[in-house]
């Protein structure tokens, strides 16, 4: 009797800390899970969850399915959500920085982006981290194309186009080609488009894949404009009270991540581009004359950030010019 009263005491004192340190983290993420952003995310969480051996287990959740992906960081930094995902360049009114990787045709390869990452990435972390937020792992989009719902050789066509922008790049985009700029997240844009709220946008083969947009758009322009990124983070209080082990865990966890994220970006961009064409689409480069005009937009735009950006931007191209 004593030592059933014993074992007992002791398995509900177990039980008992195991409950007080084991956390949950709900990590809200904005695109498709068939993403692979989502996926990579998926895969994440579970090797959190395994190698702490419950300790801190994170559950995804896509789609924006618990947060909008416009309002993931500010849930993150306002705790609450413990981490999440976000397309930071989407908050670049909050600090050019942020932006870094919607420069157009500063780096259009993955290997160019690579390095403008690596440049990048001490003042982003710095950054993020005076606004409460630890970085963990970021990975890259397929470069950045033009969509349509018409074939459109130079600028003059784009004309009065309503053109879905997803960040401030893509809507000066659209400001400086005489478009009409919407803001929609992703997982809003096929409604969109089939109901003529928007009937163009830039983004990669990989979300017009995810979102099966040849539904109502036919054309995409290989832009190549640029790469932007998805970056994991976490509210940086919590992070201060996860054990110097488990964080070692996490940290090796999103380095993994980030390697896998990479190639899955490579292997998903030419997929999806031959995806669009197989559903109907006219997929292939700009005309000269468009290809043309957009650089010199670029050229604007690339000033603007310059001079938006400060001291700390202009380090970051001159280390990325430097190391090609
Ligand atoms: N897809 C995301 C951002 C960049 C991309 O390729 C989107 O369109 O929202």
Redesign the pocket.
């Known amino acids: 009797m004593t030592k059933t009263i014993l074992a007992t005491t002791t398995a509900l004192a177990t039980l008992w800390s195991a409950a007080a340190y084991a956390e949950k983290w709900d990590m809200p993420m904005a ?1 498709a899970a068939s993403n692979y952003h989502s996926e990579v995310g998926a895969a994440f969480a579970s090797c959190v969850t395994e190698a702490t051996g419950g300790d801190i287990e994170i559950v995804t959740h896509p789609s924006g399915s618990l947060f909008p992906g416009d309002q993931i960081k500010r849930a993150v930094q306002t705790g609450q959500a413990p981490i999440g995902e976000r ?1 930071l360049s989407a908050h670049q009114n909050e600090n050019a920085l942020f932006g870094f990787d919607s420069i157009p045709f500063l780096a259009t390869s993955f290997d160019q982006h690579a390095k403008l990452f690596e440049a990048a990435k001490p003042a982003l972390e710095e950054l993020l981290a005076s606004q409460g937020l630890t970085y963990l792992y970021s990975v890259p ?2 470069p ?1 194309g033009l969509y349509f719902n018409k074939p459109v050789e130079s600028v003059a066509d784009m004309e009065g186009v309503k053109f879905r922008s ?1 960040n401030n790049a893509t809507a000066r985009l659209a400001e400086l080609t005489g478009m009409l700029p919407v803001q929609i ?2 997982a809003e ?1 096929s409604q969109a488009f089939a109901t003529g709220v928007a009937e163009s ?1 830039i ?2 083969g ?2 017009g894949y995810d979102r099966k947009v040849w539904e109502s758009l036919t054309h995409f322009y290989e832009v190549d404009a640029w790469i ?1 990124r998805n970056t994991v983070f976490v509210n940086t209080a919590v992070w201060e009270g996860v054990s110097d082990d488990n964080k070692k865990i996490i940290q090796d966890c999103a380095d993994k991540a980030a390697v896998e994220g990479e190639k899955r970006a490579k292997d998903y961009t030419q997929f999806t581009l031959d995806e669009l064409a197989k559903n109907g689409m006219e997929v292939g480069p700009p005309s000269e004359q468009l290809a043309a005009e957009l650089r010199e937009i670029g050229q604007t735009m690339t000033e603007e950030w310059l001079e938006g950006a400060g001291e700390t931007g202009q380090k970051i191209v001159e280390t990325y010019k430097n190391s090609n």
């Open positions: 695109y397309l989009w397929p950045q997803y997240e992703a844009i946008m983004s990669s990989a979300t932007p």
